[in-house]
């Protein structure tokens, strides 16, 4: 049993149900040409990250604009996409756990599939399940570049791994997975370009002691939506797995160009369109939209421009505008919501309402997405 | 097309995949029963939120141990109860939007269905909705008794929205809504007392006031699992409304009872399964389940019954586990996490894996319950 999508495709934006989530088809479509056309002219392959929309309709037009496929990060997203007809997924995470491996492995015989690796014992279960399915698995080993998560120490311990990877019959070593998350959300370009900086440096240098050894590192894959172009100018990262930057999260907004300004180098094409349920007095307009519309992980969402109105206080189904200088506005009106961070807002939903001219004058219904592979966290 | 549920019916507990959202059923009805109890006992009618479970069948349970209906957030929520053969519905909440009010009343053809109101404008709309599809609908004033966040001001606001509504021929003036959602998380026994006390004594001059005009309090709905207790005493709510008590959220073992002690009248019968899936080095474990599969609003969750470890820095798919003392688990070890807050935590989830005997020998899945109400946030 399922819930009715929020609206149908051809009706006008006001007669969209909220909470919806809702793309700004125009920005949407010049973010994504904006980033293909960037890695074209970088001359870096782009992976586009599809944890960040799990839709196969969106890796597809990824793919159309030159993508050479695109990221995931559970298995689970890897058969939705596969399903939906996309032909190159990475899983750019550990998988632990039999049965998960079994359905990793298995789908490799309906797609190309990669996977990341950090240790021997995970080498050896992936090397074992490709075997018995009678597989090649394609693995990049994960190397920590300071992002202090997942992937095994650069140098020496990441050539003993590779050196097992590199002896298995059904396991491609592909070559490294050096992404630093946290690296993304740095707040200066400064301190973005250091910390990749260093990612670089690491995982150069366990590309020489691995070349070195016989171990060719064909792929080198990282960067994010904070970090592409900086990644692109040291060129180490050969394969860029961006993924915010088709919806830009509001987060991102607070990151500063090299020039001080505010990050802008795509636009705002995501939004949570929500009414005012209730306006009990002067203080404060109550939204429709609380956790379960909108993650506040990151912070909370900013209505789009409206200056002097503050999102403050979510609850379940609720959250609260307060005024910081701002009308606040009345009941029955409604307002589209910046998410400061779009994956796990995503994740919320199961419909994108995608939206024609959503600023001009007669915003409409093009097209509803399924969000396919929302819940699939495993 | 929906991603494979984690487990069958049948399994043992190590088989089934991680992250799952995991009910221990023998705790669960233990939690149900000690409620349905005391509210049997205390001669308070209970009707329990489902925006906690999202599930008909949890429902079934608690009405078939005397609860007198449901009460839920939102209309799409209502539907789908209903729809899982829910007989009776409180929407505990403002319904703003024309086809949303269109969908409410269209409900209340097929079960009894309340709803709550705080403003005119809004008792007009519901009112002609009413008149239009000729049925009858149930309306609780909303007065806000100190939550400050929906619902009219008590006393003299409210007597003039309770004549509208008693007034109007297709709406049913049922009594007053008066829930405080903070007081349920304030820390000590004496400032939930406190606030319930005020709150208790505006729902009760507001009552006195409509009751002067002619116009009686049927119900006056409230309380939840932080002070279920405190209203039975006070006597003013007699429609209780907790929901968390079937679960229990780890933030209200953060409350204290009257004694000083921690919250302990209800027992953890929610987690979510998680798996180490890569143990870099000795300061950490990274474990599968991140925002997609745990909300973090209310704090972080914790892992059960290991002191001594924490989970922390959690990101969209991952969560870092780090010693505060204790031994950190092996790559592949399996933990039951403690959501800090259960109701958007169930709401990432498509299943309810329910085990028996979680804690015991040979723990089983005895039941797969979909969360048939996941996602309706509308």
Chains 1, 2 share one sequence.
Not at 74 to 81: D, F, G, P, R
Not at 160 to 176: D, K, Q, V
Not at 238 to 249: H, W
Not at 287 to 309: C, T, Y
Request: glycine share 10%.
């Amino acid at each position: 049993m399922t819930a009715l999508p929020p609206a149908g495709p051809g009706m006008k934006l006001d007669q969209v149900d909220t909470p919806a989530l809702i793309v700004d088809l125009d920005a949407f479509e010049r973010n994504l040409k904006r980033m293909a056309d960037f890695a074209a002219a970088a001359g870096i392959r782009l992976r586009p990250h599809a944890k960040t929309h799990k839709s196969g309709i969106i890796a597809q037009k990824q793919i159309a604009l030159g993508a050479v496929g695109v990221c995931c990060q559970k298995v689970s997203e890897a058969e939705i996409l596969v399903a939906e007809g996309v032909g190159d997924v990475l899983v750019s995470n550990e998988i632990a756990g039999a049965r998960k491996i079994e359905r990793l492995v298995a789908l490799a015989k309906k797609a190309r599939i990669g996977v990341c690796v950090d240790s021997i014992d995970n080498a050896r279960e992936l090397a074992q399940a490709a075997e018995r399915q009678d597989v090649t698995l394609s693995v990049l080993l994960e190397i920590d570049v300071g992002g202090n998560r997942c992937g095994v120490a650069p140098g020496k311990p990441a050539l003993a791994l590779a050196s097992e990877i590199a002896r298995s019959n059904s396991l491609h070593f592909a070559g490294l997975q050096a992404y630093h998350g946290s690296a993304q959300h740095f707040r200066t370009y400064e301190e973005r370009r250091n910390a990749v900086e260093k990612a670089s440096a690491l995982a150069n240098q366990t590309v020489a002691l691995l070349s070195d050894a016989g171990i060719d590192c064909g792929i080198v894959g990282g960067g994010g939506t904070g970090t592409f172009d900086i990644e692109a100018n040291l060129g180490t990262v050969n394969e860029l797995q961006a993924g915010s930057y088709i919806f830009m999260d509001g987060d991102y907004a607070r990151n500063k160009n090299a020039d001080g300004a505010a990050f802008d180098r795509f636009e705002n094409a995501l939004f949570v369109l929500s009414t005012v349920m209730s306006r009990p007095n002067d203080e404060r307009a109550v939204l429709d939209a609380g956790h379960k519309a909108l993650a506040v992980d990151s912070g909370m969402p900013e209505p789009f421009r409206r200056p002097g109105i503050v999102y403050r206080r979510p609850s379940d189904e609720h959250g609260v505008l307060q005024s910081e200088g701002g009308t606040l506005p009345m009941r029955g009106n409604r307002l589209l919501m910046v998410p400061s961070h779009c994956d796990p807002t995503v994740n919320l939903h199961d419909w994108y309402v995608c939206i024609r001219d959503l600023h001009g004058a007669a915003p409409v219904v093009e097209a509803l997405w399924p969000v396919s592979a929302r819940g699939c966290y495993f």
